[in-house]
Nanobody
Framework: EVQLQASGGGLVQAGGSLRLSCAASGFTFDDYAIGWFRQAPGKEREGVSCISSSDGSKYYADSVKGRFTISSDNAKNTVYLQMNNLKPEDTAVYYC????????????????????WGIGTQVTVSS
């Protein structure tokens, strides 16, 4: 029943933009933190950005600060990741995940442990 459906990936040239969506169902959305993670070829999976559905707090990895923006629409159980000024190093499979969490988001790491993972969407940035 639990589903996290990521969409919006694609091919874009450096400097372009993409907007990813993560539609959640099967759990109480407001009780979870939602995060975006990515994994590039030959690299470990890393946290990109996370948001708390409880208080709206956000966290961004240093590599994407000022370029990416995470937001949520609780009525639609959907989290978005607006990605601007994309760089070739942003190329990766992007995954959304959810963790039961009622507090303030102060970090975003795969080592934290997520309860649910969705299927990734490919983002390719050409130079």
């Amino acid at each position: 029943e639990v589903q996290l459906q990521a969409s919006g990936g694609g091919l874009v040239q450096a400097g372009g933009s993409l907007r990813l969506s993560c539609a959640a169902s099967g759990f109480t959305f407001d009780d979870y933190a939602i995060g975006w993670f990515r994994q590039a070829p030959g690299k470990e999976r890393e946290g990109v950005s996370c948001i708390s559905s409880s208080d709206g707090s956000k966290y961004y990895a240093d590599s994407v600060k000022g370029r990416f923006t995470i937001s949520s629409d609780n009525a639609k159980n959907t989290v978005y990741l607006q990605m601007n000024n994309l760089k070739p190093e942003d190329t990766a499979v992007y995954y959304c995940a959810a963790q039961f969490y009622l507090g303030t988001v102060v970090a975003c790491t795969v080592d934290y442990g997520m309860d649910y993972w969705g299927i990734g969407t490919q983002v390719t940035v050409s130079s």
